[in-house]
């Protein structure tokens, strides 16, 4: 069994993430500059403050900071989506499936069920858009680890974007 919570925005950055009952969860915030993106703000409700440092490439969660480059590894070969996070006891392995349809955040030790599942927004033209959702294990209480997850999965899904904007751009300029 698990909670979901659901971006009410297409844009996960700056966005509001509420549960099935309406209440709100985690709020994002980003600012910007002339480079792009700064810093991605997440205010949890239980009052614990995540911040993504774009530039900086790091986390900072109530006030401790770690770089990506500690915290994230590479675990699935060269060209994987796959990469293990770590911040604290338990390591997590952050994988797509399904062709990016849904991405799996899976502890390294400890129960399987504590998976943490994100599912995309998904666009479409003759129907509703689906809205991006992560499901957090109902028995899931540790509000640390799931504003580390929280990030970790927002990180990895602003990057899949990302990367994708950017072979489009470059199919645009080869067409051309």
Do not use: C
Not at 88 to 107: Q, V, W
Not at 113 to 137: K, Q, S, W
């Amino acid at each position: 069994m698990s909670i979901a919570l659901t971006f009410t925005a297409r844009d996960l950055l700056n966005s509001t993430v509420v549960g099935a009952e309406g209440g709100v969860h985690y709020n994002t915030m980003t600012t910007k500059g002339i480079m792009g993106r700064k810093v991605t703000t997440i205010n949890a409700a239980s009052g614990l403050v995540g911040m993504i440092n774009w530039r900086e490439k790091e986390f900072v969660i109530n006030g401790v900071q770690r770089k990506w480059d500690d915290i994230k590894a590479r675990s699935g070969g060269l060209f994987s989506s796959e990469r293990e996070w770590n911040w604290g006891p338990r390591p997590f392995n952050l994988k797509y499936h399904d062709s990016h349809k849904e991405l799996l955040a899976t502890p390294l030790i400890g129960n399987p069920a504590d998976t943490v599942r994100f599912l995309p927004y998904h666009g479409h033209l003759f129907h509703e858009n689906e809205r991006a959702i992560i499901h957090f294990p109902y028995h899931m209480q540790d509000e640390f680890e799931k504003m580390f997850l929280f990030m970790a999965i927002v990180e990895t899904e602003i990057h899949r974007q990302d990367q994708n904007r950017d072979q489009r751009d470059v199919a645009l300029l080869a067409a051309e």
